[in-house]
Nanobody, 124 residues
Framework: QVQLVESGGGLVQAGGSLRLSCAAS????????MGWFRQAPGKEREIVAT????????YYADSVKGRFTISRDTANNTVYLQMNSLKPEDTAVYYC?????????????????WGQGTQVIVSS
């Protein structure tokens, strides 16, 4: 079982930036494809971004393309989500996810490990 601990959420004004971090443990980090999902109040959980175990292939939801960047740091067993030009509609709880495997994954059911989530609030 993989343990995922998110950090970096908070309150920011529209147009600002935040960087979320997700520390992984319990399994070899290089064996994990990872990503971020989010859930806003009253809405279904949705994908934000994912990347392969090598970091060579990434996927972004259309709503965040050009504003968010997902990356991974093998030395620190951590995946990051750099969020720039934040909008009020980015307000949500952000979840870090992981799965063992080579391919890119974009479905929530593809991932078997989930963090507890970190709240992001973007004020207008």
């Amino acid at each position: 079982q993989v343990q995922l601990v998110e950090s970096g959420g908070g309150l920011v004004q529209a147009g600002g930036s935040l960087r979320l971090s997700c520390a992984a443990s319990g399994r070899t980090f290089n064996s994990l494809a990872m990503g971020w999902f989010r859930q806003a109040p009253g809405k279904e959980r949705e994908i934000v971004a994912t990347l392969t175990r090598s970091g060579g292939v990434t996927y972004y939801a259309d709503s965040v393309k050009g504003r968010f960047t997902i990356s991974r740091d093998t030395a620190n067993n951590t995946v990051y989500l750099q969020m720039n030009s934040l909008k009020p509609e980015d307000t949500a709880v952000y979840y870090c996810v992981a799965r063992a495997g080579w391919s890119i994954s974009i479905g929530s059911t593809d991932f078997d490990s989930w963090g507890q989530g970190t709240q992001v609030i973007v004020s207008s």
